[in-house]
């Protein structure tokens, strides 16, 4: 099994006293340097940092300055005093400590540091100010899976090691192990969701996940979908996408279940969520082919997918109570051919409906649909289900929300107050997430024109008027999730994420979303 210290491009471990020789620089974190004298193992800093900003015209800006101390107070004599700016006006967030945390680390690299010690001074209106600082700090420490795989055990980490000290939110130990958890799962979204789409191809990634959930102290489950009958057979959207891969044995699609099932008790009911990933490992577009450069990026394409391997990553770690989660992976590369599916094709899916296609640019929907019939189908016999589909799916998502993610609701999650709920924790932990409500004519812009075929594949409207809602829409209406509403005799919960705004920072590494707000949602409340 892939363990996190294996997969870490840093070692995390708990950090001690700031006057331990083992540490080469001290990093301080703070949203005013006023406030360091009140934490009993940071005041010996208080005066040098104080004696700095009289020298030094804006200190307080959001910036890192490295100052030279005693080192009867630091062996190193290095301190990184990493400033958030202001942090109390509106629209300020806690994505200030995030930025700090990457600012010092940098500096911290820079400077030669390979063992520096980490703290963050908390702040009240940010109970999580810690975590998302120190999260910062260890994105920009990742190193690429590529770079890893070539240089094997020899690669030189950005740093050897980081140590982290916690303050009033969360104890040393805490700190952590929560860091430690997200670190790993964030790890595993972007060596999945970042890597080129030949060292990921959908082979690869079964491979990967196998190997990090293979060993015998595993609370996940994984079982792997080859066969191409049995995927033709059972999922024919997503078999009609692989059409064109399928005569390349390594581009060749899987389907990958993922599952953990916990019934302790910890005083809240049992929830069941239920996930599906699109794992498009590079999208041509197919016969609608991408021209000119439209094409870059795309192998970030399965980040939905990588979402949930990173969520069952945390999972397997911080082992959550009283709560089930299953998960598909829909691993296929959309590749453009002789034998690719076409413009004008009709398919029957999984659930019956014949689907009139449009364009075959749009296969993220298809890949995912019959597996989110097959979670439907499930989800009926399991406690308090809720379906997510997680997906870069819309280029109008990222024109209506920038950088944010999209939820929608169909009517049971909204009535349960899901997305909203969602969107604190996502503020809370500086990922914000938009609500984008789903309108009658969404679905009714999915009627087909032709009498061969029940629902058409995109809008038969101008797609940039409602184009990520209506995603949304063909799939409920694809995978009959629309037959489980409000009113019908066994609502369901959906609901279903469009990532593609915040997947558009190709070729830098991710700041994997949504992850970082699903693990502290669903999965640090039920840790112990």
């Known amino acids: 099994m892939l363990s996190a210290k294996s997969l870490l491009s840093t070692q995390l471990s708990q950090g001690k006293e700031i006057n331990d020789p083992k540490y080469d620089g001290v990093i301080v974190v703070s949203h005013s340097f006023k406030e360091v004298s009140k934490f009993p193992k940071l005041a010996a800093l208080a005066k040098p940092i104080e004696d700095f900003s009289q020298y030094h015209t804006g200190f307080e800006k959001s910036q890192a300055n490295l100052i030279v101390v005693d080192k009867q107070i630091i062996p190193s004599g290095r301190l990184i005093y990493s400033a958030t700016g202001s942090v109390s006006k509106d629209f300020e967030d806690v994505r200030k400590f995030k930025v700090a945390g ?36 260890i994105n920009g420490l990742y190193t ?9 055990n020899n690669y030189k980490a950005k740093l050897e090691e980081l140590s982290l000290i916690g303050n009033k939110q969360l104890t040393t130990e805490q700190l952590h192990n929560i860091v430690m958890a997200y670190g790993y799962s964030m ?37 792997v979908e080859s066969d191409m009958e049995t995927i033709k057979k059972n999922y024919p959207c997503m078999a009609a996408v692989n059409r064109c891969a399928n005569d390349v044995p390594e581009h060749r699609a899987r389907l990958i279940w993922l599952e953990y099932d916990n019934n302790e008790p910890n005083g809240q009911g049992k929830e069941t969520l239920m996930f599906v990933g699109k794992g498009v490992t590079i999208d041509t577009g197919g016969l609608n082919i991408k021209t000119g450069t439209n094409m870059k990026g795309m192998c970030r394409d399965k980040t939905g997918a990588a979402n949930v ?19 598909y992976m829909c691993m296929v590369r959309n590749s453009v051919g002789s034998n690719a599916y076409s413009t004008d094709e009709i398919l029957t899916a999984r659930s019956g409906k014949r689907i009139h296609i449009y364009n075959t640019d749009a296969e993220g929907r298809l890949a995912m649909l019959d597996p989110l019939t097959e ?36 009517g049971p999650a909204a009535k349960s107050g899901a997305s909203k709920k969602l969107q604190e924790t996502g503020d809370e932990y500086g990922q914000p997430i938009e609500i984008s409500r789903i309108q009658p004519e969404d679905f009714t812009t999915h009627d087909s024109e032709f009498e061969g075929a029940d629902i058409c594949q995109l809008s038969t409207k101008h797609s940039p008027k409602r184009g990520h809602q209506g995603a949304a829409c063909f799939l409920m209406r694809g995978s009959l999730i ?22 558009g920072n190709y070729p830098k590494n991710s700041y994997p979303n949504p992850l970082v707000t699903l693990i502290g949602h669903y999965i640090i409340p039920r840790s112990g």
């Not at 997906?391 to 024109?399: I, N, S, V, Y």
């Open 144 to 152: 690429p899976l590529n770079i890893r795989d070539v240089e094997e």
């Open 102 to 137: 990457a600012n010092a680390i940098k500096l911290a690299m820079d400077s030669g540091m390979k063992k520096p010690l980490f703290t963050t001074i908390p702040y009240d209106g940010f109970p999580r100010a810690e975590i998302i600082s120190a999260l910062g700090a």
């Open 482 to 503: 629309v037959d489980h509403g409000s009113t019908d005799n066994q609502p369901l919960k959906y609901t279903h994420v469009d990532l593609a705004g915040p997947n």
């Open 375 to 410: 979670m439907r189908e499930k989800a009926i016999n399991e406690v308090n289900p809720h379906i997510f589909t997680f997906a870069t799916l819309t280029g109008h998502e990222m024109m209506c929300y920038g950088e944010y993610a999209a939820v929608m609701d169909n």
């Open 187 to 223: 790890s595993v979204c972007n060596d999945i969701g970042d890597s080129d789409p030949q060292r990921m191809t959908p082979a690869k990634v079964a491979e990967y996940v196998q190997n990090l959930f293979g060993g015998s102290d595993s609370a996940v489950k994984v079982k």
């Open 309 to 327: 391997a990173g969520f069952f990553s945390a999972l397997n770690l911080l082992r959550p109570k009283n709560i089930k989660v299953v998960g």
